[in-house]
């Protein structure tokens, strides 16, 4: 029961860091992926409908061979829009953690080491970090203390604007960092990039099973 209990903890503190993905996401992902995979290797390999075999079931001479294509088109609309809604469902909050998670891995020091700069005294802390400095106008809070000889230490609360040039490194790096050795990229944002290019490949050519070709 304890063991049980463990792997459960351990599976929830994945999630929360964004390593684990939901099972019903993993679906979509994949049937995604497999429709997607599906009409690029047709467009490629410029494949034509002249039989086809369902469930041992061999149909020939299709008279109108394109409601093949129609419908594969339909199944990528449909598991495109499935993805969509469970990545917003159940994904969404993991990758919007992962992405604060690596900006503030190297934006939060810089702002620790610019108002630890400005402090003539003893720099005692900033109160926020980057999305709170958004939050208050690009205004960092922060406080420093100063030991007086008669009435012990006293601490100063200060507001310094920070321009947003100043942060431009730590930014950037934060970025490369999240797309770069975090996998919300494989996760989330190949999936969606892979299907536009299917879109943009196999939907507009002169291929018979183009989407172009089929709608009109």
Not at 46 to 60: D, E, H, P, R, W
Not at 76 to 98: G, H, M, N, P, Q
Not at 206 to 211: D, F, I, K, Q
Request: proline share 2%.
């Amino acid at each position: 029961m304890q063991r049980a209990s463990c792997t459960v903890n351990i599976y929830k503190a994945l999630v929360e860091i964004g390593v684990g993905m939901t099972e019903s996401f993993i679906r979509q992902r994949r049937n995604l992926y497999i429709v997607n995979g599906i009409l690029l290797f047709s467009c490629l390999a410029k494949v034509q409908i002249s039989n086809l075999t369902v469930a041992g079931i061999n149909f020939s001479g299709f008279n109108n061979p394109q409601i093949f294509f129609v419908f594969l088109w339909i199944v990528w609309i449909y598991f495109l829009y499935r993805f969509a809604v469970y990545f917003l469902e159940d994904e969404r909050d993991s990758f919007i953690k992962t992405w604060e998670r690596e900006i503030q891995r190297y934006v939060n020091p810089k702002l620790h080491q610019i108002a630890e700069g400005y402090c003539s005294n003893e720099y005692l802390g900033n109160s926020g970090n980057f999305y709170s400095l958004k939050k208050n106008g690009w205004k960092l809070n922060f406080q420093e203390g100063c030991d007086h000889e008669h009435l012990g230490q006293q601490i100063s609360n200060h507001s310094l604007h920070i321009r947003y040039s100043q942060l431009a490194v730590p930014l950037t790096l934060g970025a490369l960092r999240f797309l770069l050795l975090t996998p919300a990229v494989t996760n989330y944002i190949l999936p969606i990039l892979f299907s536009f290019v299917v879109f943009y490949v196999a939907g507009f050519t002169s291929w018979e099973g183009a989407l172009n070709s089929n709608i009109n």
